[in-house]
């Protein structure tokens, strides 16, 4: 009989093309049907991969590379649009070759009824693939480097640092890889290693991949405590990766009967495919990468969330008499820029102007204890997102829920109020008194364009104020990432301890400048680029052409102000009315962009299930229609209070007031 000796890969790729468009159930009939043609494809098939080693497939598709996120990113980015070259003599460069869509071929094979699959691997001769020695060899091979691998990243000095506990512990990495060296030298001593379930080696090796996974799982638990850095992040992830590997590689040699011959030989085909399917997937790479880090940060904004939501009416006063403080400050701001807007100088002299003028006064409300009104969204979102997290999503939690919504809902518009309240006579105030003092209306010449950004329907006020409410999501990012910094780092420790500080100024200024860190520094940072933020938005939208600016609901109301004085108050009633409705519609862009960006990343970063939002939603509503009061006022409510208070205070930590 003719057998095709050809290794060319085209005719398998061509059959796989061929396959693709039909059913299974009519392809193996064809096969079944016609003998010596089946055979002659499984002489083909074999002959193409005898002698090939598959360990790549294993021990690198699918297994990030890189101890850092961009690193790895870069790679598979440039690996999928210009594949890397392969040594030929691979399975490898096989599958790369023949299955150009990894994914959908896996997606086709795993559609095929599990008897037909069986039955399309007896038919071509493969069925006991797993009973090889050149296949449990290389199976044996990718587990070893892999095992070698994992202990090289988990005796990195900053993981060991993640896992104190296990400083006192026997190491399962390394019991691990000398149960491995066990079963290794069995199969070079020409024993079976063939295992099955109950085998002692195979049982040992489970329980130390077990206690492998244990110390990933405390590194990324006591991530909250210690911090954690974008590079121990992905090397956390890679060892678990790494350890999955293992037990899935070491699951196709148990063998507990003669079915599993059939079944494992199978698997490890679709395992190839699966493993190569993602190995350039860079969705997953983010978001692997990015969970962890996204809940860091909105876990730190979480402990100080709770302090921006008002339960009691004393709670309320308070809101509103430090959010009337902000008010009194952002006043007094909306002089400046104006003034400022007057120098002679170029657009980057206004941005560094303006950042400045925002940068410092928003520093000085936060560190007098005042309240921006749209600081609140990016706090509290992550406390939100704790309440759905931490208990099963049941009707009784999503009640729960549309309380605390009621409850912030409320501290936000006190907070509003206090803000525009103060903001607008202040302002008022001021350009007055410069009126009189240098005897000239200085918001005359601004006026017009004041007034013009007021109204939705000739600016873009409505795209400003969501801009500005992209960069208040953005603060709260910052404040959260340099919060895990600073835990992980341990600058208030390093602080306290400083020699040099301690001999300059004594210990007692040490500690003094540590806890000022610790409580401030975070904000200050945020405080610090939100305003640079706003400040630089308008000039450099102006020096590209741009028609970019931004929007705050407060600073809208002292321009209102202005706008007003500059006009002598002569301005007709719809420029009145459109500009005083556009003041608070600013503030609730400025409020519905912060806070859904912020409830996103809190929701991905706690795996709350985005499906379930109808059901929010509908139990938020039916709550405003009960108690629509409960959304601008506190009216008590002493059960859904507690239950509230308890579920967000677990697991904070107490903090400044304006964290």
Known sequence: MFRNETKSLDPLADLLTVVRKEDFGVVLGYLENNPELTENLSYYIRNIFEGKPFNLSLTEANILSENAFLPEFKKRLLNTLLPPVEHENTVW?????????????????????PHQL??????LGISDLIRKDTVRKELLFSMNILAWRVIGNAMDVEVVRMVPDYRNFDNPFLALQDELDLLINRFKNGEDIELHSKHENYKQIKIYLEHCLEFVNSAFKNSDIYGISSKINQSLLKIRQQIQRIEEILNLLVIDSEEDYIKKSELLFLNILEYKSHKNNLKELADDSTRLMSHLITNHTAETGTHYITSTFKDYMDMFWKASGGGVIVGCLCILKMLYGYTDTSEFGHAFLYGLNYAMGFIMIYLMGFTLATKQPAMTAATM?????????????????AHLVSKLFRSQFIAFVGNVLWAFPVALLMIYGLDVLFNGNMAVEKSDKLLHDLDPFQSKAILHACIAGFYLFISGIIAGNIGNNSVYYQ????????????RLFGKNFAVGVSEYYERNWAGIISNFWFGIFLGVTAPFGKFFGLDLDIRHITFAAGNFALGLYGKGFAVDSYTFWISFITVFLIGFFNFIVSFGLSMMLAFRSRRVNFGEFQGIYKEIF????????????????????ERAREMMGKGSATKSEDH
């Open 93 to 113: 460069y096989l599958v790369d070759n023949v299955s150009v869509r990894p994914k959908k071929d896996l997606e086709y094979f795993n559609k095929v009824e």
């Open 622 to 641: 039916r709550y405003f229609i009960k108690n629509p009061l409960r959304f601008f006022i506190p009216i008590r409510s002493t059960i859904l209070d």
């Open 491 to 502: 600058m208030p420790k390093r602080l306290a301890n400083n020699a040099l500080i301690s």
């Open 385 to 401: 997102a704790r309440v759905l997290s931490e208990e099963q999503n049941t009707r009784k939690n999503y009640l729960d829920f």
């Open 118 to 123: 069986d039955n399309l691997f007896q038919i």
